[in-house]
Structure formats: structure tokens, C-alpha cells
């Protein structure tokens, strides 16, 4: 099941459109992406996230900077060894995208899929 929480449709301009030609973007963030971020939020390294997760690195990179794009926020710092919370992914981002994934736990289980 995917769930999903549904950010406002964003009208952006994109650099190639011509002038007055808008273009419209769907931003919609999945359950996976916060369950990414705190698997590398807890491991702090995107290679034994990828493990825990048993997806590929590439996947919880990409992840990743979707989620930071999404919130236009920087999440971790990457660095040659491994990574290191920023000040938003560590502190109340961190704490929220937690408090997201038990109320989706929640919700599953209050209203699991088939049931009419």
C-alpha cells in the first residue's frame, strides 16, 4: 500500500518555458521517503540504511534528495567518510517525519486495506 500525503500543486516557472508558458508540478510525498530519512537519520550512513531498508544505495539517495526537495530543505550533510544531520534533519523534521510514520501505522491498522 502506498500512502501518500498530498503537498499543494506548485506553479513554477521553469528556466526552458517560454514566456507565459507555465509549467505545473505535483508534489507528493510517500510514506517510503520518511521511512528512508529515518533509516539514514538513525544509521547515519546511506549504505546501512540501504541494508536495513534492503533497497540499493542509489534508492535511498534518491529518496532522500526528493524528500529534501519536497520541504526545500537540506536533511544531512554528505561528507567523504559518511553523513551528519543538519540542524533541521536532526532536530523537529527528524521528530515529525516519526510522528508521521506512527500515525500511518495507525491508520493501517484501523483501516486495513479490502475493507469496505
Do not use: C
Not at 60 to 85: C, H, P, S, W, Y
Request: proline share 3%.
Amino acid at each position: 500500500m502506498v500512502v501518500a500525503l498530498h503537498l499543494s500543486n506548485i506553479i513554477t516557472r521553469s528556466p526552458r518555458s517560454t514566456a507565459g508558458r507555465r509549467e505545473k508540478r505535483d508534489h507528493t510525498v510517500t510514506e517510503h521517503r520518511f521511512k528512508v530519512f529515518i533509516a539514514v537519520a538513525k544509521n547515519l550512513s546511506v549504505t546501512r540504511a540501504a541494508r536495513q531498508l534492503r533497497i540499493s544505495q542509489p534508492a535511498v539517495t534518491q529518496a532522500l534528495r526528493r524528500l529534501e526537495k519536497d520541504f526545500a530543505v537540506t536533511l544531512v550533510k554528505r561528507n567523504g567518510v559518511g553523513i551528519e544531520l543538519t540542524e533541521v534533519g536532526g532536530g523537529e523534521f527528524r521528530k515529525d517525519s516519526e510522528a508521521f510514520l506512527a500515525l500511518m501505522e495507525a491508520m493501517k491498522e484501523k483501516y486495513p486495506l479490502g475493507r469496505p
